[in-house]
């Protein structure tokens, strides 16, 4: 079973940088897509970020594009983890953000396909 574990987030000055890290121990992460959603109170979750099983292809969504990257470490000997460096941030960026673990090779993946979330980890940008 994916165990996604979260961590970086934290609070920061608008403009400032964030990186993001989304672990799985149990080394089988490795064959899916990955994402990363963020969420604030009273609205759904929405999509920021996407990376193929590969790290061969991403995908973003308009209001981070040129501003957050999505990247991966796969390797069979430890842990597997997946990143989004977020740069120049804005105070609309605060949020919870979660990382989520896709099945199938769709590309862009359909939003139903991510099966395995993290807890969570809070991002917080001041003005």
């Known amino acids: 079973q994916v165990q996604l574990v979260e961590s970086g987030g934290g609070l920061v000055q608008a403009g400032g940088s964030l990186r993001l890290s989304c672990a799985d121990s149990?080394?089988?992460?490795?064959?899916?897509?990955m994402g990363w959603f963020r969420q604030t109170p009273g609205k759904e979750r929405e999509f920021v970020a996407a990376?193929?099983?590969?790290?061969?292809?991403?995908?973003?969504?308009d209001s981070v594009q040129g501003r957050f990257t999505i990247s991966r470490i796969s390797r069979v000997s430890s842990k597997n983890t997946v990143y989004l460096q977020m740069n120049s941030l804005k105070p609309e960026d605060t949020a919870v953000y979660y990382c989520?673990?896709?099945?199938?090779?769709?590309?862009?993946?359909?939003?139903?396909?991510?099966?395995?979330w993290g807890q969570g980890t809070q991002v917080t940008v001041s003005s």
């Open positions: 990376i193929n099983w590969s790290g061969g292809r991403t995908d973003y969504a």
């Open positions: 989520a673990a896709a099945y199938g090779t769709n590309w862009p993946v359909p939003s139903n396909n991510y099966v395995y």
């Open positions: 149990t080394r089988t992460f490795n064959t899916y897509a």
